[in-house]
């Protein structure tokens, strides 16, 4: 079940998307800090590549 604050943070989220394609005022350097950890936070959440190849990364070079 999604929640209010879940909604409210994927429009905040996604504004901050449309930002970013150039529609509004640029982005500053913490919101763009922000999108990529919905990126992140999105793709774990499917299981998608980015995160699991992230984390591979991270493993090779002795990072846990």
Do not use: F
């Not at 590549?49 to 990072?63: E, N, Q, S, V």
């Amino acid at each position: 079940m999604t929640t209010i604050t879940e909604v409210h943070k994927q429009d905040a989220v996604t504004d901050l998307l449309v930002r970013y394609w150039g529609v509004g005022k640029q982005l500053t350097e913490d919101e763009k800090e922000i999108l990529l950890v919905a990126l992140d936070e999105e793709n774990k959440k499917l299981r998608g590549p980015i995160h699991r190849r992230a984390l591979r990364r991270l493993a090779d070079r002795g990072i846990t």
